[in-house]
């Protein structure tokens, strides 16, 4: 049965050519159609997109109510699968112990201790909680693991629940490994990564990661970060970073220099990292995670900055136990605008057509793709932000 969703006083579309004919350049950069309806095959595609007096019929209709309708939020970077609780540690912190990622220990050590069952019944409640705010897709990294067989369970894990998982097993230097972290190296890009894509490059992760930051004892510096990534690349993962979360350092850099598809946190950049960046537009976003600054009430990164200089600058949550233990973008959208000076427009795109680029999807409501869309309990996006904490979007079932 196709179905025609009226009732849509404002649709988002990220659709190129519908930009013209907008004065707001808001409104443009999101392809806004107003009183928009748009029909929802069989198959679950967007079969037609425009203005409610221009609809063909369909074999179901269901009315909206003058709400606006969003592409799903692309929520590119998580670290869902985990188990354990560390609440205290978020409490210590707001008291003025500061983060350096030694935490992350507390969560190995409870996911390893999971059962199958427990650790899969976990991210599932997670991504149900991040559809019900309007996530569609999501990709979920491992990295709490850190065994070789830890680690391919929680990707396994992943798989079941999204296609874009990512190996993070050079997360941090496990404590088992603390005087040994060139073994621990040689471990993630031999055996690790020999199982991972054992069974084909993309079978069990889409992607690899690496915490490089030279600030925390317990991450990769920029030649360990090195390594992963070109082993990671050689065996056919495309590459994501954790960059210049803590300080200044080579992430950035690095992740443009070798084609990685994101490079995420970016809060600590000199001139030369933003002109990297700049460079890289096309192939390397800058995935930004507010949440985290939010949560270790650290300084936010500057968006605003490299907007104006051309990068290509996405939105996610990195929901995790440590830093920042919010699934909500709406969250994230919300301080992107109020602590980063972002537009409401620039958000919402940043955390749709963006993050969904870094992730190699497209993210446009129109013909011939997936129907994956949020609707919002208001008349346009702006209440994103405008409503900060308020329960107003969802995932549309269609
Ligand atoms: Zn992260």
Same mark, same amino acid.
Not at 150 to 160: G, Q
């Given at each position: 049965m196709?179905l ?11 659709d190129?050519?519908?930009r013209?004919?907008? =004065? ?5 950069l999101?392809g ?7 029909v929802v ?6 079969e037609?997109v425009g203005?409610? #007096?221009?609809?063909?019929? /369909?074999?179901?209709?269901?009315d ?9 939020f ?10 354990g609780?560390?609440s /205290? ?5 707001? =008291?003025?112990t500061?983060?350096?990622? @030694? ?9 390893? /201790?999971?059962?199958d ?7 599932a409640?997670r991504?149900?909680?991040m559809?019900?705010?309007g996530?569609?897709?999501v990709?979920?990294?491992s ?7 830890d ?13 874009? =998982? ?20 040689d ?11 054992a ?6 992760a889409?992607?690899?990661d ?10 990769f ?8 990534l070109?082993a ?8 994501r970073v954790?960059g210049?979360?803590? @300080? ?8 443009c ?8 946190h ?5 001139d030369?990292?933003?002109e ?6 096309? =192939?390397?976003v ?5 949440g985290v ?8 990164p500057? #968006?605003r ?9 996405a939105l996610?949550?990195?929901?995790n136990?440590g830093?920042c233990y919010?699934?909500s973008?709406?969250f ?8 980063? @000076? ?8 940043a ?5 969904a680029r870094?992730?190699?999807l ?14 919002i309990? #208001? ?13 107003i979007?969802? #995932?549309?079932?269609?």
């Amino acid at each position: 049965m196709s179905l025609l969703l009226t009732g849509i006083a404002e649709l988002t579309t990220n659709d190129p050519e519908r930009r013209d004919g907008h =004065t707001d350049p808001g409104d443009a950069l999101l392809g806004i159609v107003r009183d928009a309806a748009l029909v929802v095959s069989a198959a679950g595609e967007v079969e037609w997109v425009g203005p409610a #007096a221009k609809a063909p019929a /369909a074999d179901d209709r269901r009315d909206l109510g003058g709400r606006a309708v969003i592409p799903g939020f692309v929520d590119s970077h998580t670290h869902l699968v985990f188990a354990g609780d560390r609440s /205290a540690e978020f409490a210590a912190r707001m =008291t003025g112990t500061p983060y350096d990622g @030694g935490g992350i220990a507390v969560s190995v050590a409870a996911t390893r /201790a999971a059962s199958d069952d427990d650790l899969r019944a976990l991210v599932a409640s997670r991504v149900a909680e991040m559809r019900a705010q309007g996530t569609t897709t999501v990709e979920i990294k491992s990295g709490y693991g850190l065994t070789l067989d830890d680690e391919l369970r929680s990707l396994r894990v992943a798989r079941e629940l999204t296609p874009h =998982t990512t190996f993070l097993g050079a997360h941090v230097v496990p404590g088992e490994y603390a005087t040994r972290r060139a073994a621990y190296v040689d471990l993630v890009t031999g055996p690790m990564l020999d199982a991972v894509v054992a069974d084909g490059p993309t079978a069990l992760a889409e992607s690899i990661d690496v915490f490089c930051e030279p600030h925390s004892a317990h991450a990769f510096d920029g030649d360990e970060a090195r390594t992963v990534l070109e082993a990671g690349r050689a065996a056919g993962l495309s590459l994501r970073v954790h960059g210049n979360q803590l @300080g200044h350092g080579p992430g950035v850099r690095l992740a443009c220099e070798l084609g990685a598809r994101s490079v995420d946190h970016c809060t600590f950049l000199d001139d030369a990292d933003v002109e990297a960046l700049a460079a890289a537009r096309g =192939t390397t976003v800058a995935t930004l995670l507010p949440g985290v600054e939010f949560s270790t009430r650290s300084p936010y990164p500057d #968006a605003r900055a490299l907007i104006d200089a051309g990068v290509d600058v996405a939105l996610a949550s990195d929901c995790n136990p440590g830093t920042c233990y919010s699934s909500s973008i709406p969250f994230a959208i919300a301080l992107a605008v109020r602590e980063m @000076g972002m537009t409401p427009a620039e958000a919402l795109h940043a955390a749709t057509a963006v993050s969904a680029r870094s992730l190699g999807l497209d993210r446009r409501v129109a013909p011939g793709q997936p129907a994956e869309l949020a609707v919002i309990d #208001a008349p346009s996006h702006l209440h994103l932000a405008y409503r900060a904490g308020v329960p107003i979007v969802r #995932a549309l079932d269609v």
